[in-house]
């Protein structure tokens, strides 16, 4: 029997690293462990969609735990692993290896980085058809050494970002980050206001009308909700949240 539960009220709900929880219509996310990143602290965090035919598309997956093997069985079989830039692929082997039959999707960037891996095809601006109509997507591609494929769920008007939003709380600065390096998640930007792509994201991102053009599209979205994988989400107003965060586009 498939699991269903209520949408969590805020952003700021405490999620356990192996419990789902509901933010949406057949949208789940999973808040994983705080990882290193050369030298700092991350948190991470998964996104699950139910498909309309009920196959499960896992976007950045995090480590597999036997409990949240359990609770995403529950949800549906796992069809599509999804990894939206190079940086975001290091637990695709260990969920592909629980659902061998899941697909592997990735830019050519994961892809390059990734040849142990054998995926089914390459992520552009254009949907599989397997899950045309239910998410949309974009390829930002004009950073020089990041791009990223940007997903939007339409049943619950949800945008997806990995790293070009990066919006870490006082409290986790606080609790996992020095004073010094603090100071830089200011200067880059990557608190929870304002919320923006890192700084050598932003420096590097050269064809700027390009990257507007493509920023446009996404505010086109009207998303409601913002989900990122590295810092508090948003529930609400979420196309006001995008420009600000795009905002150094002149968007």
Not at 6 to 30: I, K, S, Y
Not at 136 to 154: K, P, S, Y
Request: aromatic share 12%.
């Amino acid at each position: 029997m498939k699991r269903s539960a209520e949408p969590a009220p805020a952003a700021r709900q405490e999620c356990r690293h192996d419990t789902p929880v509901q933010v949406g219509e057949d949208l789940w996310l999973v808040d994983g462990p705080v990882v290193d990143f050369y030298r700092l602290s991350y948190p991470t965090r998964a996104v699950i969609v139910r498909l309309p035919d009920g196959g499960l598309w896992v976007w950045s997956p995090v480590p597999l735990t036997d409990a949240l093997r359990a609770f995403v069985d529950g949800l549906g079989p796992v069809r599509y692993l999804v990894s939206p830039n190079k940086l975001h692929h290091l637990y695709l082997a260990q969920w592909q290896r629980a659902w061998p039959d899941a697909e592997l999707w990735g830019p050519v960037s994961t892809r390059s980085k990734r040849p142990d891996l054998t995926f089914t095809g390459t992520l552009d601006d254009t949907p599989p058809a397997a899950w045309a109509g239910t998410l949309d997507q974009i390829w930002l591609r004009e950073a020089l050494f990041l791009d990223e494929v940007v997903f939007f769920h339409r049943p619950s008007r949800t945008a997806i970002l990995a790293d070009f939003s990066e919006a870490f709380s006082d409290d986790f600065l606080r609790r996992h980050w020095k004073p010094w390096q603090r100071w830089i998640a200011r200067l880059w930007g990557i608190t929870e206001r304002p919320g923006k792509a890192p700084l050598e994201v932003r420096l590097s991102t050269l064809r700027r009308r390009r990257a507007r053009a493509r920023v446009r599209q996404m505010l086109a979205w009207r998303p409601e909700k913002v989900i990122m994988a590295h810092g508090v989400w948003r529930a609400d107003n979420g196309t006001a949240y995008l420009r600000q965060v795009f905002s150094w586009l002149g968007v």
